[in-house]
């Protein structure tokens, strides 16, 4: 009887292990919760945020197009005066006859209660009505407050009050490899969320123009057509980023102005109408982005390099020259292009920044006066032949012809001395480097060459394995090229 009792304890016991969920199991339920609370984060961020997106539809006046009746061979027999009022009283009529057509959608972010509404200029630029639609249904016209083509940064303003509006992030604080979602209408898909990651921080040069200023936010979460001006936000539901381009469709490559440039610009138009930059007229690269100069400069291992400067801009009125490596801006490092322009982005106009040059081996500092960004900042060159006797002269494949009078009216250079560059040959050390014809080669290595013969002594003492440095003349600007052979 004791042996039964026994065995019956011990079955029960086994039993009841039996029974209890084992350590696998526990730490499944454990990790399904962490996927529940996951799932319900990425909810919570659409619900929180979606008030705060609007779509924008904008429209534009159909162009004027003339009248098959202007082609009537009895037009022939009308006065000119008389046929000229003729054509603009049926281009007025037509022009009223025909309204404006709703031909573009973006997205667009509320960033204040009373109205202002962040979105791209490249949705709203050309509209004639722009109309902003919620997620409830409630929809509003609206009219553009200011516009930043460099940024490419729009604010439009609507009659209303109370409105949610978006948090936006301190974009400096985003980490890449963290929770991006974007939402937005891509392809009249009002309203759609997408979820990737953050890719990358810091992308310039994404756009072929060197005027934009261009500090994006790469992401891999799917942003389409429609989803421009649209916010890019974190898991915590703040804005950290506007949707702003994509590399091709389905590739995974998005990018998105930064929330801290983003509110720096739409302040600003908001508060003024529009965006005034400071300008210090200089043509810049990073040391790291530039081995072939970094390997000739001592004493400095990261700057942006000095590679031109702009005629008449307030860097050519400084003391600052070509070949120097910026190493901080009024106390602040800088390490890129970006750095340096975000920097100097928001100066007092007329205000004299104080810039940290490493220069032969020598710390020094520069003073630069800003400006206002001027609406054009290039200068026209002429690229035109010349029949005259040249000279070819090393390795570097260029021909060059010395500047005189004749010369200088026909390339329309304002230059009368120095080298000018008639022809280079494709595939060159000069044409790899950007060289193109009408540019004028000022000096060689540091050594001014106003005549052939100083550039042939100059180009005998140099060597492309170690690198030639040629300061020259390009549309107007002052800047320097590293001429080296990589041996390949």
Not at 87 to 97: A, I
Not at 178 to 194: H, R, W
Not at 237 to 247: A, D, F, P, W
Not at 406 to 423: Q, S
């Amino acid at each position: 009887m004791k042996r039964l009792t026994t065995w019956i304890g011990t079955a029960g016991l086994v039993t009841g292990m039996l029974l209890q969920p084992g350590p696998s199991s526990v730490r499944a339920e454990s990790t399904l919760d962490l996927v529940r609370q996951l799932n319900q984060a990425f909810i919570d961020v659409a619900e929180k945020v979606s008030p705060s997106v609007v779509v924008i539809t904008v429209a534009h006046k159909p162009d004027y197009e003339a009248s098959e009746d202007q082609d009537n061979p009895l037009w022939q027999f009308v006065p000119p005066q008389m046929r000229k009022q003729f054509e603009d009283r049926f281009k007025r009529r037509q022009q009223q006859s025909q309204a404006p057509v709703f031909d573009g959608q973006g997205s667009g972010v509320v960033i204040r209660e009373d109205g202002y509404i962040l979105t791209n200029r490249h949705v709203v630029d050309g509209a004639d009505k722009i109309h902003v639609r919620f997620k409830d249904g409630k929809e509003y016209d609206a009219e553009i407050r200011g516009v930043d083509a460099q940024s490419d940064v729009a604010v439009v303003k609507i009659d209303a009050k109370g409105l949610t509006a978006a948090r936006l992030a301190d974009s400096a604080k985003t980490r890449v490899g963290e929770f991006a979602i974007a939402i937005g209408a891509p392809f009249d898909l009002d309203y759609s969320v997408t979820f990737g990651h953050v890719s990358a921080k810091g992308r310039s040069r994404i756009i072929p123009d060197p005027s934009m200023d261009q500090d994006f936010i790469q992401t891999d979460a799917n942003i389409n057509p429609g989803n421009s001006g649209g916010p890019l936000v974190n898991i915590e539901g703040q804005v950290i980023g506007i949707n702003t381009l994509i590399r091709g469709l389905h590739t995974g490559i998005g990018f998105a102005i930064p929330s801290n440039l983003a509110r720096e610009v739409a302040d600003r138009l908001i508060s003024d109408g529009k965006f005034t930059r400071a300008w210090l007229g200089l043509e810049i690269r990073a040391l790291t982005e530039y081995p072939e100069y970094k390997e000739m400069v001592k004493g400095v291992n990261d700057g942006v390099v000095v590679t031109g400067t702009r005629k008449d801009g307030p860097a050519a009125k400084s003391e600052l020259k070509l070949g120097d490596v910026i190493t901080a801006v009024d106390g602040r490092a800088v390490a890129s292009a970006q750095q340096l322009r975000n920097e100097v982005r928001s100066k007092k106009i007329g205000h004299a920044v104080s810039l940290d040059v490493v220069r032969d081996g020598k710390h020094l500092t520069v003073k630069v006066k800003t400006e206002e960004w001027p609406d054009d900042t290039q200068v026209a060159s002429s690229t035109k032949g010349s029949t005259a006797p040249e000279a070819e002269v090393g390795d570097l494949g260029m021909m060059v012809r010395p500047l005189n009078k004749d010369l200088a009216k026909e390339y329309e250079v304002e230059m009368t001395e120095g080298l000018l560059v008639t022809d280079v040959d494709s595939g060159s050390l000069a044409a790899r480097r950007g060289v193109r014809k009408g540019d004028i080669i000022t000096e060689v290595n540091r050594v001014p060459v106003g005549n052939l013969k100083d550039y042939k002594a100059a180009l005998k003492r140099a060597d492309t394995k170690k690198g030639v440095i040629v300061n020259l003349i390009s549309q107007g600007v002052s800047k320097f090229v590293v001429l080296k052979d990589s041996g390949d």
